[in-house]
């Protein structure tokens, strides 16, 4: 068996805790395990895995990723964006620029990850993400601070009407083309349809059964003929 530990400062353990319940599945069906382990200012993922499982360390990375594409990133535009919007506005706004970069962003994140068995994703973050950080800092730089609702509805559109992504929609939970739920929105503090439905880069969202009120409001506002009830 090889071990890898993945860690991060306590007050971000959601993350670990994210790629916890995401690569669960994975390692028990591979014959590896993963365990949490809280102890003084760090949090930590131990995973043990059978030797030469190299696609199962491409997903560890590859949900590592995530984490700093989706969370880190996240984080970085709430903190530092100043628009005329709402904090459910502000929110949707920095999924939708999340989504808008994100191939791209993943790809230069995974470079940097490497092929490690210990990784301090708060220290990958630190010290070999400058010049990731230096790009978000222009994406900023280019959304003024008059940006308003109607602006937001614009550039959603705008990104729809340029996907050909589908995903589903069935209640409150989005799944990808494949039928695997998608939880991404939890890098954001909390799981939610909307926020999914943006991070995704949806391009037509099937929606299988009622859709609860104010997320019909949403699609109606965002996807308008591109939301497909059945």
């Known amino acids: ?25 994975n390692l028990l069906r591979a014959g590896g395990n993963g365990e949490l382990l809280f102890s003084g200012e760090r949090t930590c993922l131990r995973i043990q895995l059978p030797s030469g499982a190299e696609r199962l360390r491409l ?5 590592i990723g995530e984490v700093i594409g989706v969370g880190y990133k996240y984080e970085f535009l709430r903190d530092t964006l100043r628009v005329c919007l709402s904090k459910r506005e ?16 993943k790809g230069y994140i995974r470079r940097k990850i490497g092929r490690k068995d210990q990784y301090a994703i708060d220290g990958i973050y630190a010290f070999r ?4 950080r230096e790009k978000w800092e222009k994406i900023v730089s280019y959304v003024p601070e008059a940006f308003t609702s109607a602006d937001l509805k614009k550039f959603c559109e705008f990104m729809v009407g340029e996907s050909k992504n589908k995903i589903y ?16 929105s939890r890098l954001t503090g909390e799981e939610d349809a909307e926020t999914e ?6 391009g037509f969202v099937y929606c299988l059964g009622d859709v609860e009120d104010s997320l019909g409001d949403f699609l109606q506002k965002y996807y308008a003929e591109r939301a497909i009830f059945s």
Do not use: H, W
Not at 1 to 25: D, F, G, K
Not at 197 to 202: P, V
């Open 1 to 25: 068996m090889e071990e890898i530990t993945v860690s991060e400062q306590r007050e971000r353990s959601s993350y670990i805790i994210y790629l916890y319940n995401a690569l669960s599945e």
């Open 59 to 63: 997903r560890i990375a590859d949900k």
């Open 90 to 105: 502000k929110k949707l706004l920095c999924a939708a620029l999340i989504a808008a970069d994100y191939d791209g962003d």
């Open 129 to 132: 993400m400058g010049a990731l």
């Open 169 to 184: 929609l069935k209640g409150n939970t989005v799944f990808g083309e494949n039928f695997v739920p998608l939880r991404r």
């Open 197 to 202: 439905i943006l991070l995704s880069d949806a």
